[in-house]
């Protein structure tokens, strides 16, 4: 069993940055490729980004590239999302999810996720 805990939302102007962490428990999470998914109002959760279980390779939605940065400290069993240049259509809930197989190649899609954590919000102002 794996349980992930968000942390970082908050309300940023447009513009502005935050890095989102997600710290992992009850499982080692280098063996986990890991994703971050967002929710915005009325809107179904989608993906954002992926990191593979060793770091080896990252993943991002075009809505993000070059703006989100997703990376992580197996050491200290934490993912990260650094994201940049916020504008008012990242607001959303963002949740970290743990891949269902160990060892996993990165996927994008929800299925692939089993473990996830309860969200933190980013809201971006105009």
């Known amino acids: 069993q794996v349980q992930l805990v968000e942390s970082g939302g908050g309300l940023v102007q447009a513009g502005g940055s935050l890095r989102l962490s997600c710290a992992a428990s009850g499982h080692i999470l280098s063996t986990y490729t890991m994703g971050w998914f967002r929710r915005a109002p009325g809107k179904e959760r989608e993906f954002v980004a992926a990191i593979k279980w060793n770091g080896a390779s990252t993943y991002y939605a075009d809505s993000v590239k070059g703006r989100f940065t997703i990376s992580r400290d197996n050491a200290k069993n934490t993912v990260y999302l650094q994201m940049n240049s916020l504008t008012p259509e990242d607001t959303a809930a963002y949740y970290c999810?743990?891949?269902?197989?160990?060892?996993?190649?990165?996927?994008?899609?929800?299925?692939?996720?089993?473990?996830w954590g309860q969200g933190t919000q980013v809201t971006v102002s105009s």
């Open positions: 999810a743990a891949d269902r197989t160990l060892f996993a190649n990165i996927a994008t899609s929800l299925n692939e996720y089993r473990y």
